[in-house]
């Protein structure tokens, strides 16, 4: 595709609930991160993705979060039980590969609010 | 460890006058140095980029910035504010070599402009 794309772009939830966000990267690119960035915070990295494999999952914040990516394209990220902290905008971001002079390409996020 | 320093939390100025954003980083090589644009609501848009071609980096909207390897620094400026540049700018740092799953964000800083 053109850009990267998420989906929803918005989601309300009730607390307990579980919700899949969804992310569409750049067609042919294997590198691809989530990160979560709460109201006025900056971002937070959550887990990145080369290929289908997760080598880095070290920002995701509890086991209610999990993520996945089939085909070395489209991610979810899934995050069970919801709870109200976890309100924020998830962004997802993509890039050609992992050399270090490639520019990262980001969704316009999806936003979450557990209430 | 590598990181990144966004010297500034909160920077305002005025409609016409200059803009300067700090960012410093630390990194056993030259890395490459990226600065985003987050306007409210929206997902990081790429300003300019350095990798290691020429030291000071054109950007879009009248933004430039220059690396210089012997301050670590990496300093975002603009002439003249439009208050459309108001938005939240992060600096972001990708090592050389090594792990770049996790790609190193500064905390970004707020840019407000008077009219």
């Known amino acids: 595709g053109a850009g990267v794309s998420q989906s929803p772009s918005n989601k309300v939830t009730e607390k307990g609930k579980d919700v899949e966000l969804r992310c569409d990267p750049i067609?042919?690119?294997?590198?691809l991160y989530w990160y979560r960035q709460s109201l006025g915070q900056g971002l937070e990295f959550l887990i990145y993705?080369?290929?289908?494999?997760?080598?880095?999952k070290s920002g995701l914040p509890s086991d209610r979060f999990s993520a996945e990516r089939t085909g070395g394209s489209v991610s979810t990220l899934t995050i069970q039980r919801t709870q109200q902290e976890d309100s924020a905008v998830y962004l997802c971001?993509?890039?050609?590969?992992?050399?270090?002079?490639?520019?990262?390409?980001f969704g316009e996020g999806s936003w979450l609010t557990v209430v | 460890a590598q990181s990144v320093t966004q010297l500034d939390s909160h920077v305002s100025v005025s409609e016409g006058t200059p803009v300067l954003l700090r960012c410093n980083y630390s990194s056993s090589y030259s890395p490459s140095l990226f600065w985003y644009v987050q306007h409210p609501n929206k997902g990081l848009q790429l300003l300019l980029k350095y990798t290691s071609a020429a030291t000071l980096v054109k950007g879009i909207n009248g933004f430039e910035a220059e690396f210089k390897k012997s301050e670590t620094s990496f300093h975002l400026t603009k002439p003249s504010a439009h208050m459309s540049d108001a938005a939240e700018y992060f600096c972001v740092v990708i090592p050389y070599g090594g792990s770049q799953g996790n790609l190193i964000f500064g905390k970004g800083t707020k840019l407000s402009v008077k009219p």
């Open positions: 971001a993509s890039r050609m590969d992992r050399s270090s002079g490639n520019t990262i390409y």
């Open positions: 993705f080369q290929g289908n494999s997760a080598p880095d």
């Open positions: 067609s042919g690119h294997t590198a």
